[in-house]
Nanobody, 118 residues
Framework: QVRLVESGGGLVQPGGSLRLSCAAS????????MGWYRQAPGKQRELVATITSGGSTEYTDSVKGRFTISRDNAKRTVYLQMTSLKPEDTAVYYC????????????WGQGTQVTVSS
């Protein structure tokens, strides 16, 4: 069974930093694109950043220059380094991946809370 397990969320002051990790486990042939989404209270889930298997990245405008997505294919892990955090970054952050097993499917992590507050 394929799983995505996130870690690294928490409470941080404005201007602070956090690093999220998401590890894929199970019988996996390959990992295609991986990414991070977030959902704030009362809002729709939105894309934060994605990274392809080749390392190409995309970011939503509000996090450009502050967040960095990366991946370690050997560890089947995607990371989100978040700096200069703002209160509006407060949300549940979800890991997403397109994973090849015997077919190509999309998987989601359980979510990790990030709270930016003084």
């Amino acid at each position: 069974q394929v799983r995505l397990v996130e870690s690294g969320g928490g409470l941080v002051q404005p201007g602070g930093s956090l690093r999220l990790s998401c590890a894929a486990s199970g019988t996996i042939f390959s990992l295609n694109s991986m990414g991070w989404y977030r959902q704030a209270p009362g809002k729709q889930r939105e894309l934060v950043a994605t990274i392809t298997s080749g390392g190409s990245t995309e970011y939503t405008d509000s996090v450009k220059g502050r967040f960095t997505i990366s991946r370690d294919n050997a560890k089947r892990t995607v990371y989100l380094q978040m700096t200069s955090l703002k209160p509006e970054d407060t949300a549940v952050y979800y890991c997403h991946a397109e994973i090849v097993t015997w077919r190509v499917s999309e998987y989601w992590g359980q979510g990790t809370q990030v709270t930016v507050s003084s």
